[in-house]
């Protein structure tokens, strides 16, 4: 079975300071790597993902986020950050083979201050 | 294209009641599935499909059944609502088994409060 760990729940930064949202994955099998972004009462929306290849991603909105398979880690980074990306993120992970079912981590609510 | 839609919005239930929530999608994807949200807990998988006639459990699927007749729509329905079911519920579909990684959407979720 596949689990995720967000390390923080809550992360506030202020504007235009660099920001990292740390998530930690166990699974015995490969897997899909996710992270989501989900706006106040709004659904969740995929920022990135990794699938193999390069162990950087690049996502929409200047994210990025890096695998590490020694540590087990998809840290999501963002160099400065803006107000519009106050939002709760999801990191997930799937199986690569029958895959679809999303494990996802507890969330990091990211709220920046002007 | 409306992309995924979830009915109701909001929903209030008295403990015993049942209910069924909606979720229907019109973009032909054959892999649906249903997950709820709960505080610090983040998303779980309750049921999914992969196709019309073709449903399975997903982590926490006790209390909930699913039913997929029709490619378009996915129904989940509490028979017997629980306050232990008070959640935001969340609809997603993609392509299929294997475009699912290439795009997974969301619906807007259906917020469920059971007294």
Known sequence: AQSVTQ?????????EAP???????S??????????????NQGLQLLLKYL?????????????????K???????????????DT???????????????????????????? | NAGVTQTPKFQVLKTGQSMTLQCAQDMNHEYMSWYRQDPGMGLRLIHYSVGAGITDQGEVPNGYNVSRSTTEDF?????????????????????????????????????????
């Open chain 1, 7 to 15: 390390l923080d729940s809550q992360v506030p930064v202020f504007e």
């Open chain 1, 19 to 25: 920001v990292e949202l740390r998530c930690n994955y």
């Open chain 1, 27 to 40: 699974s015995s099998v490969s897997v899909y790597l996710f992270w989501y972004v989900q706006y106040p």
């Open chain 1, 52 to 68: 193999s290849g390069s162990t950087l991603v690049k996502g929409i909105n200047g994210f990025e986020a890096e695998f590490n």
């Open chain 1, 70 to 84: 020694s540590q087990t880690s998809f840290h999501l980074r963002k160099p400065s950050v803006h107000i519009s």
């Open chain 1, 87 to 114: 939002a709760e993120y999801f990191c997930a992970v799937s199986r690569i083979q029958g895959a679809q079912k999303l494990v996802f981590g507890q969330g990091t609510r990211l709220t920046i201050n002007p």
């Open chain 2, 75 to 115: 129904p989940l329905r509490l028979l017997s609502a629980a306050p232990s079911q008070t959640s935001v519920y969340f609809c997603a579909s993609s392509p299929s088994e294997r475009g699912w990684v290439w795009a997974q959407y969301f619906g807007p979720g259906t917020r469920l409060l059971v007294l």
